[in-house]
Every structure is written in structure tokens, then in C-alpha cells.
């Protein structure tokens, strides 16, 4: 049972969403500065989260991922990244022109406004990407076991295979409580480091 919480949570959700936070906040702010890269991103990304989850993790099995956690790793990340990088860039989108162009009138350079103004206060709008792919993820990393991924799915599939309730029940209900658990507490992130002044809008 332990090894199945360690698996969901380390290999199926932290890992996967960490890799989708490393690529999809820099491809976000990228998308800031190119319009048409937006629109192919983000419609590439949307595309792919159209998918049916064990559709996807099947085709991950037949491009050569074989069985096991990395199918399901690859597929999640895939999963994991809309969310995030489509809150990157409306957040950094969402700052006040204004706003950019005192920085800018403070002899601030693009890359100095990015770091320094732009990106702190679109924080909390990623950060809900964030804990939206973190969500997600959780409920998904459940479908990993038909591809041999481990986790909880692995005890439901198997009380579902065996016929017994308790045992899908001992998958399922950690899976559940999981995700409440990571969404309140993102949440709650979320709303300790909004500015009261954001909070208002």
C-alpha cells in the first residue's frame, strides 16, 4: 500500500508535473514575445489534452515506451503541460500595460521587466496551472496501471480483476482523497501569494 501511495505520488504525479512546470512556464513566456508561436503552441497543447487518457497511454506504449512507469510518466507530462502553459501566458499577458511601461520607463530592460515585474505578479496565475495539472494528474496516474505504471490504479485494477471491492476501494479512495488534499493546499498557496490588491480584481 505504501509503495503504491510513493509510487503515485513521486513517479506519477511530482515527477511528471515537475518536468511539465520546467518546459511549459519558459515555452509560456516565449509564447508572450511571438503570437503565431502561441497559437501553434497552445493549439498543439489543446489538441493533445483532447486525447483520451488511456487512448495515450497507449499510443506512448506503441512508440516504444514499452510497459511500465515510463509510458505513463511521458503521458501525464503531455497532460500536465496545457494547463500550465496556457496560465504562463495569459498571466504574463493579464499584467497592466501600464505597469510595464513604468518599468520600462525606469531604464528596466526587457529581460530585467520580465524577471522583476512581469512574472512575480503573473505567479498566481500559474500557480493555478499548476495546481490544475496537479489534479488532473492524480486522477490520471490511476490509468497508469493498464499500461504497468504501478500506483494506486494497480490496486484497483487488480480488486476489479479479482471481483473485490475492498481492495478497488483501497486505490480508489486514497487516489480521491489525494486530490482534494493537493487542491486545498495549492489553493491555499494560490491565495497566500496573490496581492490583496489582485484579490480585489
Known amino acids: 500500500m505504501l509503495t503504491a501511495i510513493y509510487e503515485h505520488i513521486v513517479l506519477l504525479v511530482a515527477l511528471p508535473v515537475g ?30 489534452q483532447t486525447i483520451p487518457s488511456l487512448a495515450l497511454l497507449s499510443f506512448m506504449v506503441m512508440l516504444g515506451l514499452g510497459i511500465g512507469f515510463r509510458p505513463a510518466i511521458v503521458a501525464i507530462f503531455i497532460y500536465a503541460l496545457l494547463p500550465i502553459l496556457r496560465n504562463t501566458y495569459t498571466g504574463i499577458e493579464s499584467v497592466d500595460p501600464f505597469i510595464k511601461k513604468a518599468a520600462k520607463g525606469m531604464g528596466m530592460t526587457d529581460f530585467q521587466c520580465l524577471i522583476q515585474v512581469e512574472l512575480p505578479l503573473a505567479v498566481p496565475m ?41 481492495i478497488v476501494l483501497a486505490g480508489a479512495i486514497p487516489a480521491a482523497l489525494l486530490a482534494l488534499m493537493v487542491d486545498y493546499l495549492l489553493g491555499r498557496l494560490e491565495e497566500t501569494i496573490t496581492p490583496e490588491a489582485m484579490k480585489s480584481n
Open 19 to 48: 518536468l511539465a512546470i520546467l518546459v511549459a512556464v519558459p515555452l509560456g513566456v516565449i509564447c508572450t514575445r511571438s503570437k503565431k508561436l502561441a497559437t501553434a503552441l497552445l493549439s498543439i497543447a489543446g489538441i493533445m
Open 126 to 166: 500559474i500557480l493555478a496551472g499548476v495546481r490544475t495539472s496537479t489534479t488532473i494528474s492524480i486522477g490520471t496516474a490511476t490509468l497508469a496501471a493498464f499500461v504497468g505504471g504501478g500506483g494506486l490504479g494497480g490496486l484497483i485494477v487488480t480488486g476489479l480483476r479479482m471481483l473485490r471491492n475492498h
